[in-house]
């Protein structure tokens, strides 16, 4: 067996590796490179570059990020090819995100990213090129189960780990996939592999915001996309009465304190729900934000076996940041579940996944849909 679990050479194993431009996808380039391997390096054009790209230093798949990539497949010496994914792109990612603020929910399109275009449309592109297998510079970890199939574990840096935007991947996607830096300890390690191979990506900055909205003002984006999203609207308390008004859902988020522009109340008032039908915002105490039961649609569920409709035990993470919270999940219906926590956990938001584990193992996870208050904080808003 190779490195990457085939039953021939490296010589023999074609594997397609999608290159950000930034140092992880090109470490990972340029170390199956050196392992002998057939390598085919492919970036994604996924937005516009024309006059709206200017230097975005901190987003990935930028007119920067294409260029570093080019240079890293011609120094490493592999066939490198830039798609125009634009449109796919847009429909399935951008416009997504804004439809989903529309819903008062809070999107991530990362995940959506990755379950659409990159580990869906681009995988079938590397099947076309007669890959074995595709590599991306994601820090998780793939291992064989007993039953000889993959599993997703977590990195084995926690603070590296990219797993919760993986979830969406499927049995199939993970058999083809492969992960060649989720083992390392830290970012210190890729960079010195890259300094290694002389990449001049060795010391590039990290990518930090959505690549589509490389300023982080995500609300003008959807106003430009959706100009109904800037409607007005009133701020109303758990109990239905106005406190205020607002300029529009678009820009506020559950959990959110500052802001609010909300004066004389006895303590603190977060956000506590969105209602976008009838464009209210809905605050509270912190109590409010409290959430005991979660649910969960579009379940991928990588164990094999149906979850069991007696409850499973997981850890669950309902947001990238948080740690994992002990939880039971219980079957919904078709690709739905019920996760009821252990402890009430604070500022949870639709759009947001729940993601679950076994230890360092993904179980699998699904998109929020709605979440129950603490009964005593639920709000009579209409």
């Known amino acids: 067996m190779n490195s990457l679990g085939f039953d021939k050479a490296p010589k023999d194993t074609r594997v397609v590796v999608a290159m950000s431009g930034g140092v992880d996808s090109s470490a990972v380039a340029a ?52 798609l125009d994914y634009e449109s796919r792109f847009r429909e399935e990612v951008i416009d997504d995100f804004a439809d989903s603020y529309m819903r008062g929910e809070t999107p991530i399109p990362c995940v959506k990213c990755n379950q659409t275009v990159k580990f869906r449309d681009l995988l079938e592109t590397a099947h076309d090129l007669g890959a074995d297998c595709m590599a991306t510079g994601h820090y998780v970890q793939r291992k064989l189960g007993v039953n000889g199939h993959a599993e997703l574990h977590r990195a084995a840096d926690p603070n590296r780990d990219q797993s919760y935007f993986l979830f969406t991947t ?42 589509f909205v490389p300023d982080g003002k995500y609300a003008r984006l959807v106003e430009k996309l959706r100009p109904e999203a800037g409607e007005p609207g009133q701020i109303v308390d758990l109990d239905g009465n106005v406190l205020g ?36 915002v809905v605050v509270g105490p912190k109590s409010a934000l409290a959430i005991q039961m979660v649910y969960v649609k579009e379940l991928n569920w990588l164990d094999g076996d149906a979850i069991d409709p007696n409850g499973v035990e997981v850890e669950v ?66």
């Open 31 to 82: 170390l199956l490179k050196s392992e002998g391997y057939d390598v085919v390096g492919i970036t994604l054009q996924l937005y516009d570059m024309g006059a709206n790209a200017p230097s975005r230093a901190k987003s990935c798949c930028a007119g920067r990020d294409i260029y570093d990539a080019r240079k890293v497949a011609e120094d490493i010496d592999i066939p490198y090819y830039v």
């Open 170 to 211: 499927t049995q199939e996607q993970l058999d083809f996939l492969r992960f060649p830096l989720g083992h390392l300890m830290s970012k210190a390690e890729t960079r010195a592999l890259a300094a290694k191979f002389g990449l001049e990506v060795a010391d590039k900055p990290d990518s930090q915001d959505i690549c």
């Open 245 to 280: 008004d607002h300029r529009g859902l678009i820009h506020y988020t559950i959990g959110q304190r500052r802001g609010l522009n909300i004066g004389g109340t006895a303590e603190p008032l977060y956000v506590v729900k969105l209602l976008p039908e009838t464009r209210q």
């Open 317 to 382: 993470k309902l947001r990238s940041a948080m740690a994992p919270a002990p939880a039971t999940i219980y079957p919904e219906g078709p690709g739905a579940a019920r996760i009821e926590l252990h402890d009430p956990q604070f500022g949870i938001a639709p759009g947001q996944a729940g993601v679950f584990y076994a230890g360092d193992r993904v179980m699998g996870g699904g998109w929020i849909t709605r979440q129950e208050l603490l009964a005593s904080h639920a709000p009579t808003a209409a």
